[in-house]
């Protein structure tokens, strides 16, 4: 887990406010993702970038927005949080070895919108 | 359309008996299966894949998992489970439509007593 960080690790925030998630990792992989997890559903892919020019919707994009700064890193933001948003969200990247993207997942972000 | 269930949301066993948590996949091709595991607070880890080859996977903490083709299941096995192996555990396919894609079940909070 230490090489995929999340900021912060939680956050209380006021519906309308944007927010903003951050995520750096020092794996050297090129893909990187954002996803949020509630009781019972599992994980839900919210985007995914495969390298810095490239960004890609996942499931529930809307709301969302992301920035790939660098290799290294990537954010979430949301624009005008509600409170629907308030989850777990986590980050994580990926290799891509015999055909297979194995995850490995930062500690995550516990995000409550009041 | 890929998919992954995991039937059971909860699995009781007493520390020392084997163990199974249940996962079935519904895949276009190859099918690429994993376990991951999530301890309280934390980002999930990943246990175990099945790529080809050998339909028994050995991971990380003495789990296994055994890849049926005919029933499209992929369930978790420990011979002899531990109080410490307590977390929720994520089945996850690779998306066949986006090889960079991981599509997660719902989860199975395996609880384990003394």
């Known amino acids: 887990d230490a090489d995929v960080t999340q900021t912060p690790r939680n956050r209380i925030t006021k519906t309308g406010k944007r927010i903003m998630l951050e995520c750096s990792q020092t794996k050297g992989h090129d893909r990187m993702y954002w996803y949020r997890q509630d009781p019972g559903l599992g994980l839900r892919l919210i985007y995914y970038s495969f390298d810095v020019k490239d960004i890609n919707k996942g499931e529930i994009s809307d709301g969302y927005s992301v920035s790939r700064q660098a290799q290294a890193k990537f954010s979430l933001s949301l624009e005008s949080a509600i409170p629907n948003q308030t989850a777990l969200y986590f980050c994580a990247t990926s290799d891509f070895i015999q055909g297979a993207n194995t995850q490995y997942f930062g500690p995550g972000t516990r995000l409550t919108v009041l | ?114």
């Open chain 2, 1 to 114: 359309a890929q998919s992954v269930a995991q039937p059971e949301d909860q699995v009781n066993v007493a520390e020392g008996n084997p163990l199974t948590v249940k996962c079935t996949y519904s895949v276009s091709g190859n099918p690429y299966l994993f376990w991951y595991v999530q301890y309280p607070n934390r980002g999930l880890q990943f246990l175990l894949k099945y790529i080809t080859g050998d339909n028994l996977v050995k991971g990380s903490y003495g789990f296994e998992a055994e890849f049926n083709k005919s029933q499209t299941s992929f369930h978790l096995k420990k011979p002899s489970a531990l109080v410490s192996d307590s977390a929720l555990y994520f089945c996850a396919v690779r998306d066949g439509s986006s090889a960079s894609k991981i599509i997660f079940g719902s989860g199975t909070r395996l609880s384990i007593r003394p």
